[in-house]
T-cell receptor, first 114, second 115 residues
Framework: AQSVTQLDSQVPVFEEAPVELRCNYS??????LFWYVQYPNQGLQLLLK??????LVKGINGFEAEFNKSQTSFHLRKPSVHISDTAEYFC????????????FGRGTSLIVHP | KAGVTQTPRYLIKTRGQQVTLSCSPI?????VSWYQQTPGQGLQFLFE???????NKGNFPGRFSGRQFSNSRSEMNVSTLELGDSALYLC??????????????FGPGTRLTVL
């Protein structure tokens, strides 16, 4: 079984500042990793994914994440945030060769202040 | 392709009633999963249907049930509603091809309020 921990439930930041949202996972097998974003009153939208290959993954809206196998982490970063980035962010892990269901973290609320 | 659609978007019910939520997956997708999202518990997996069969099930009571039709559309039913069932119910579909990592595409959700 796999698990996901998002270390911060809420991250406040000022506009144009950099941000990092942390995600750690545990799994006994190889994993695929995802970050989703959820805007108010909407479903989840895929930001980026790591399947294999380069450990630095670039996604939509200027976000990127780095897979670190030794630290079992997949932190999400953006060098300069915008007010419109205010949303809930979910990290998810999917065990390759396992069940067809991803495990989601509890979410991190990113709040961007002007 | 059209995205995942869910109906209705908002629903208000009273305790003891039952409710049916509907989900239409992306065309060609055969797997449909349902999640319950609440502020306290986050995203919790309810069940997954593939080719009209329940393939995976989360830890929810039997009041929560679902089904999938031959066109892959899915419905979720909650009987004897409780106040704690108030949540955003999300549906997600995936292509579930053998060489796929099963990326899930989410609908906008149905906001259920139980009074």
């Amino acid at each position: 079984a796999q698990s996901v921990t998002q270390l911060d439930s809420q991250v406040p930041v000022f506009e144009e500042a950099p941000v990092e949202l942390r995600c750690n996972y545990s799994s006994s097998v190889s994993v695929y990793l995802f970050w989703y974003v959820q805007y108010p009153n909407q479903g989840l939208q895929l930001l980026l994914k790591y399947l294999s290959g380069s450990t630095l993954v670039k996604g939509i809206n200027g976000f990127e994440a780095e897979f670190n196998k030794s630290q079992t982490s997949f932190h999400l970063r953006k060098p300069s945030v915008h007010i419109s980035d205010t949303a809930e962010y979910f990290c998810a892990v999917f065990a390759s060769g396992g069940s067809y269901i991803p495990t989601f973290g509890r979410g991190t609320s990113l709040i961007v202040h002007p | 392709k059209a995205g995942v659609t869910q109906t209705p978007r908002y629903l208000i019910k009273t305790r003891g009633q039952q409710v049916t939520l509907s989900c239409s997956p992306i065309s060609g997708h055969r797997s449909v999963s349902w999640y319950q999202q609440t502020p306290g518990q986050g995203l919790q997996f309810l069940f997954e249907y593939f080719s009209e069969t329940q393939r995976n099930k989360g830890n929810f009571p039997g009041r929560f049930s679902g089904r999938q039709f031959s066109n892959s559309r899915s419905e979720m039913n909650v009987s004897t509603l409780e106040l704690g069932d108030s949540a955003l119910y999300l549906c997600a579909s995936s292509s579930d091809q053998l060489d796929s990592y099963n990326e899930q595409f989410f609908g906008p959700g149905t906001r259920l309020t139980v009074l």
